[in-house]
């Protein structure tokens, strides 16, 4: 059963994940905290840049990686590095240590290998793979997440991370793979917008198993999953 919670408002769904990291970053030991890429996450950054959460959160505390990344300079435009930084992590006392980035710029056969290592170096394993405190997960229109596309994504592959060519562009990516983001204690979907709004329908009505969509297979097998919703993402789901 999946959990949905829906608010009215864009800040209001992002100023409860916000609440959320402010608790995390209260314990008392370095959490380990993925980010989605992508366009919807902005309004959180933006969010989390200013009083009351940029001052709130012990910062220190908190460790950022991402579900994936474009293969692409960290200044280039399309960078999901590149856009948390300029909206966030440029403006709070994060750590430049506590910022393990994909390094999009480099030849991906070997960041692929460097990205997986960093992760099993840092984080703290549960069934022989990092095991992340927190994943926030975005979905795009044809339910993607991370980069793993529908009809080209391995929910058994062994590896931690992949090398993925976007089915339409066909822009080199980097990704976690579904089996090392299922691992972690929580999975949050966070989507916004009426574009989205179908696919939630779909998902919402329909045992996962029938659908061919990422986001509906992507959950955390023994932690927890929640889709984040805004109205307009949940127009269709709520009567
Ligand atoms: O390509 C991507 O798309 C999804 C969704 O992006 P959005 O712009 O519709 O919010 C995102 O979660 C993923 O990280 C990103 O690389």
Do not use: K, T
């Given at each position: 059963m999946m959990d949905y919670r829906t608010f009215e408002t864009p800040q209001q769904v992002v100023e409860s994940l916000a609440n959320s990291l402010v608790e995390y970053s209260k314990q008392d030991k370095p959490v380990h905290i993925s980010l989605s890429g992508g366009s919807t996450p902005k309004l959180l950054f933006k969010v989390l840049a200013k009083a009351p959460f940029s001052t709130s959160?012990?910062?220190?505390?908190l460790h950022f990686w991402w579900g994936d990344e474009r293969?692409?300079?960290?200044?280039?435009?399309?960078?999901n590095f590149g856009e948390a930084q300029a909206l966030l992590f440029s403006q709070v006392a994060l750590p430049t240590e506590n910022i393990h980035r994909i390094l999009g710029e480099d030849a991906p056969e070997q960041e692929v290998i460097r990205f997986a290592q960093e992760m099993q170096d840092c984080i703290p394993a549960d069934n022989g793979l990092p095991c992340f405190d927190w994943i926030l997960l975005g979905m795009g229109g044809d339910g993607h997440t991370a980069s793993l596309f529908p009809g080209q994504t391995d929910y058994n592959d062994q590896n931690m991370a992949i090398i993925v060519q976007h089915p339409e562009s066909g822009q080199y990516r980097i990704s976690k793979t579904a089996r090392l983001l299922a691992n972690a204690k929580r999975i949050s979907y966070l989507v916004m917008g009426e574009g989205k709004a179908q696919v939630i329908k779909q998902i919402h009505d329909n045992d996962d198993a029938a659908l061919a969509y990422p986001a509906a297979q992507v959950k955390a097998s023994q932690g927890k999953t929640e889709w984040f919703l805004d109205a307009d993402a949940a127009k269709l789901i709520n009567g």
């Open positions: 959160i012990e910062w220190g505390n293969c692409v300079a960290p200044d280039d435009a399309e960078s």
